[in-house]
C-alpha cells in the first residue's frame, strides 16, 4: 500500500469504502488514530484523520455505509451496554464526521459486539458478539440520524 499508509507505526482494521477510500487505525507511541487515505493515480495518499466529533483512543473498527454517510464502529466507551458496544457516527452536509450514538438494543447487549459491515446494497449490517454472527436491518441505524445530517444513508 505504500509508504503513506504503512509506516513505522502500527496499522490495524482496514476497511475499503465505496468510494474506494481506505480507514484504520494507526498505532503509535502518541496514541492511536483514526485515518482515511484516498488512492489516486496508482497510489494511497497520506492519511488524513478523522473525527473531531469522537477520540480514536475510544473506537476500532471503521465500517463505512455503502453510500459513504454512516460509519459503524465499535468502542468501550463510558455509558455503554457491555464490554464492547456498536456506534454509528454520520457524516454532515460538510463532509465532517458526527458525535458517536450507541446503537442501543437489541444490537448492544452486555456481551462484546464488533466487527461491523455493510451488505453491498447497505440493507443490513452484519456484526459479531461474543464470536457469533448477527444481522439487523440497516433501519435502526436511520432511525438514529440526527435530522439535520440528510436522509439516505442506508436502507
Known amino acids: 500500500m505504500g509508504p503513506a499508509v ?7 482494521q482496514p476497511f475499503f469504502s465505496s468510494d474506494g477510500k481506505l480507514y484504520f487505525m494507526r498505532q503509535n507511541a502518541a496514541g492511536r488514530q ?11 495518499m497520506e492519511p488524513v484523520p478523522l473525527g473531531a466529533g469522537f477520540s480514536p483512543d475510544q473506537v ?16 468501550r466507551m463510558e455509558g455503554g451496554f457491555g464490554s464492547w458496544d456498536l ?3 454520520f457524516k454532515d452536509a460538510s463532509g465532517n464526521w458526527g458525535e458517536l450514538v450507541n446503537l442501543g438494543e437489541p444490537v448492544n447487549t452486555p456481551g462484546s459486539e464488533g466487527n461491523a ?6 440493507r443490513f449490517l ?9 444481522w439487523v436491518s440497516a433501519r435502526i441505524i436511520e432511525e438514529l440520524r440526527p435530522k439535520e445530517a440528510g436522509k439516505g444513508a442506508s436502507r
Open 34 to 44: 483514526l485515518l482515511r487515505a484516498s488512492f489516486l493515480d496508482g497510489q494511497f
Open 87 to 89: 456506534y454509528a457516527s
Open 117 to 122: 459491515t455493510f451488505s453491498p446494497d447497505g
Open 126 to 134: 452484519f456484526f459479531t458478539r461474543d464470536g457469533d454472527i448477527y
Open 60 to 75: 476500532s473498527g471503521p465500517c463505512v455505509s455503502p453510500d459513504g454517510r454512516a460509519m459503524i464502529l465499535h468502542s
Open 6 to 12: 504503512n509506516s513505522p507505526d502500527i496499522e490495524v
